[in-house]
């Protein structure tokens, strides 16, 4: 599957509020593929690609912030022994994280791909300074926070017995009835085939990532992964 029908599915299976926010790479695709070598197509190009990438930003930073305020109050309620009533939000506050993580990946990938468009059509140089700035200036691409998150929220999910492991069938096929957690397990594998088909590697390539790994979850992945062309 290509890159951009993997994106469109991805924004489809995220939260409706998210859609806009990810990289709007058919547009980018037709500045770069309208850039004749002039000064101001250039201009034009730089310009959208940065508004995009501090579009992209800026929501992760917001996420982020957002997520740790969660994370404190679903401590304090844990603590307060009330985590009978908040399971399904810890589900949910978990599905979210995951698919920040996922935001995070593919949005990266396909700012790279972008750049590769533009310098193979110009002869330009601009992939590599591109993305040694997301790396060391950008939050999206910094990823530490979040994944520590959603390892602690996998933690309280399993002293709270969410969801445990031996979990019945039906308890499965109802929680995949939901929706974030429907999407949850859509962004895992995103992740997977976004990493495994990408061919952007080397020291501009995404951070190490501690994906979730609860069987229960793995349980939906399909018998085949997508490939990424």
Wanted: with cysteine; net charge negative; aromatic share 6%.
């Amino acid at each position: 599957m290509k890159f951009g029908k993997l994106l469109k599915r991805q924004i489809e299976q995220s939260l409706p509020e998210w859609r806009d926010k990810f990289v709007s790479y058919k547009e980018l695709k037709r500045i770069v593929a309208s850039i004749s070598g002039s000064p101001a197509d250039e201009a034009a190009f730089v310009a959208a690609l940065a508004a995009d990438i501090d579009k992209i930003d800026s929501f992760f930073l917001e996420q982020e912030e957002e997520f740790e305020l969660q994370e404190a109050i679903k401590k304090a309620a844990e603590a307060a022994a009330e985590v009978a009533g908040i399971r399904r939000e810890i589900v949910d506050f978990h599905g979210e994280m995951v698919l920040l993580l996922s935001y995070s990946s593919i949005n990266y990938i396909g700012v790279g791909k972008i750049l590769k468009k533009h310098d193979k059509r110009t002869g330009g140089a601009l992939a590599a300074p591109v993305a040694e700035a997301v790396r060391e200036r950008r939050h999206f691409f910094k990823t530490e926070t979040v994944s520590r998150m959603v390892r602690e929220c996998e933690a309280m999910m399993a002293e709270a017995a969410v969801l445990p492991a031996e979990a019945a069938p039906e308890a499965l096929a109802a929680a995949a009835e939901h929706g974030i957690f429907r999407n949850t397990v859509a962004a895992l594998l995103t992740m997977e085939d976004v990493r495994r088909g990408s061919s952007t590697h080397g020291r501009h390539s995404l951070p190490p990532l501690t994906l979730p790994d609860s069987d229960w979850l793995r349980s939906f992945q399909p018998p085949s992964p997508i490939p990424i062309q």
